[in-house]
């Protein structure tokens, strides 16, 4: 009779909490890093890893709710990463550039020059971007490819027993990305694309244009699936979760006395633009979320932005360490404060019964 007691008390505990969602924003290397230090943070005050029901990830959030999704705890990433232990899932420069990345950039940056070079000579009195345009067949798709992303992530899952199906996920997983000919924002692991491998999915999500060439499934071209949306939290709500909580990792650098963006060079004011792009994005889109669901509770999670380090180049390596423990540090003392209204709505409904 206990057992039975017990069985229909989690029954009903089940059936009688909201439905809950994580939305995990793309930011590069450094992004995902922050990410898995913030949900670590997260865990430990929840004391319980896991328990939503759906995940959405977009570009390096994908990776990591890819992770999640399998059950895999914030937790357990956090210790591989930050110890540099050797498991499948750490997540290494290996993991985003193959050997020969740099020596297939160097050629692509010289068929740019090239490109642009055969075109300035027959045109020496037109503008820069009319010369671009006519050299636009010659240029070449991106810098870098995601064939090394692809497999890293395909050969992990299969090393530590995950899935590389959604369908054979014990929790929903969404990845949105773009597809750049129909410009349309497509969702990976619903409709005619859930019988895509996750590994693929990730890989076309994760598709920085320019950066990147798009990633080509079964015919069609996709970029990342921040252009033009950031977080996606839509998706979550329209799977009928009653909460859900973004986590974003880039808000625009704020970091007075230091050097100023101008002198730091072009790569530099790129990502700063990119931070601001997505963080208005963001904002308007949960704006209008909160009005469009009015029956679901948004919560976001970010960096504060009176103190945002830029760390480094969000696809960068040297400084990911940093913004692993970053994430973890600076969403711990969040959550001890502003966090509050978010713990109380999730501590109930996370928490595991006592058996």
């Known amino acids: 009779m206990e057992m039975l007691r017990r069985a229909i008390t989690y029954w009903r505990a089940r059936r009688d909490r909201p439905r809950l969602a994580l939305a995990l924003a793309g930011g590069g290397v450094i992004g995902g890093m922050y990410e898995v230090g913030a949900l670590t943070a997260l865990e430990e005050r929840l004391a319980s890893p896991g328990g939503f029901d759906v995940y959405v990830g977009c570009s390096a959030g994908s990776v990591v709710a890819s992770l999640l999704a399998n059950g895999v705890p914030a937790s357990e990433v956090y210790r591989i990463l930050d110890q540099d232990l050797a498991d499948p899932l750490n997540f290494r420069r290996g993991a985003v550039y193959s050997s020969d990345a740099f020596r297939h950039a160097a050629g692509r940056f010289g068929r740019l020059v090239w490109a642009v070079g055969k075109n300035a000579l027959t045109g020496l009195r037109g503008s820069v971007p009319d010369m671009l345009a006519r050299a636009e067949r010659d240029l070449p798709a991106g810098l870098f490819d995601l064939a ?62 320019g950066f990147f060439e798009p990633y080509a499934i079964d015919g069609r071209d996709y970029v990342d699936g921040g252009v033009g949306f950031c977080g996606h939290a839509d998706l979550a709500a329209e799977t009928g979760a009653r909460v859900v909580v973004v986590v974003n990792p880039l808000v625009p650098n704020h970091e007075p006395g230091v050097v100023p963006l101008r002198s ?92």
């Open 264 to 355: 730091r060079g072009l790569y530099s004011i790129l990502e700063q633009a990119g931070r601001i792009y997505s963080q208005n994005l963001l904002q308007l889109g949960l704006a209008a979320m909160r009005v469009k669901y009015a029956r679901t509770e948004f919560f976001l999670i970010q960096p504060p932005r009176a103190d945002a380090p830029m760390l480094g180049p969000s696809m960068g390596f040297e400084a990911s360490h940093a913004a692993l423990r970053y994430g973890y540090e600076s969403t711990k003392e969040w959550l001890a404060g502003h966090g509050e209204p978010l713990l109380r709505r999730l501590v109930p409904s996370i928490r595991p019964l006592a058996v």
């Open 148 to 209: 090394a992303l692809e497999r890293f992530m395909r050969e992990a899952f299969a090393k530590r027993g995950l899935a590389n199906d959604f369908a054979a996920l014990p929790r929903t997983l969404l990845v949105p990305a773009v597809d750049i000919e129909q410009a349309r924002r497509v969702v990976f692991g619903q409709g005619e694309l859930a019988g895509v491998p996750i590994s693929q999915a990730i890989a076309a999500s994760s598709s920085i244009p």
